[in-house]
C-alpha cells in the first residue's frame, strides 16, 4: 500500500497464486488430478479524498481458478476440467452534506464465467450483474432521523454449450442437447424510512417506519 498524497489519494494492492500440486503429490492424491486446482487474484483500491468529508473509493479484481480431475465411471473413463473468472469493479461515494445529511452513492459490474468440460458436457456459463445504489440520510434533530434510498440491477446470464442428453451417458459420442439461452432480469427498489427515539419522552423507546 502507497501514500501517493498524504491523507489524500492511496493505493493498495494484493495479489495471491495458489499451486497446490505438491500439497497434493505430499498426501498421495496427485493421481486423481489431471491438473492440480490453481487459483490466482489481485485486487487493486484506489482511495482518494476530494474534501474534508468527501471520499472516492475504487475497488478492482481479477481472479481465476482451474482444475482437472479423473472420471472413472462405467460409461466414461476421462476428466472433468473445469474453470471459473471472475472481474468485478466498484466505485463508492461518500460526502456530508451540511452538518447532520450523509450521501451513499456506489456503482458495480461483475462478470463471472464458468466452463465446464467433461465428455460430451461442454458448457460456458456467464453472468453479468450491472449495480447501481444511493441511500440517504439525514439527523434533523436528535430524536428525529430520515433515510431513504434507490437501486437498480440489471443482470444478464448466458448459457452456450452442449449438456448430455441423459445423466447416465456422458461418454463423448452420446446424445446430447444444445444450449445457447439468455435471461436478462432488471430490478428497481426504492425505500424511505424515519426513526423517532426517545417517544414519548421515554428513554431507549424507539420507534422506525417505513415502506
Known sequence: QIPILENKFGIRIYAQKSYTEALMWMNGDIDDFTAAPTSQDLTTILSYNYSKTGKVKVLGTLAS??????????????????????????????????????IKNSLSYNQFSNSWQMGSLDLDQIDKVFKFRSDFESILSGEFKISAGVEYENRKKEYIGRIPKFDFNIRPDAESSILDAKIIEQRIGTYAEITLNNLLNISKLHFVGGI
Open 65 to 102: 481458478d482451474a482444475k482437472g480431475v479423473k472420471i472413472d465411471r462405467a460409461e466414461f473413463d476421462g476428466s472433468f476440467i473445469g474453470s471459473t473468472s471472475n472481474r468485478f469493479i466498484n466505485i463508492q461515494q461518500r460526502d456530508i452534506i451540511g452538518k447532520s445529511s450523509i
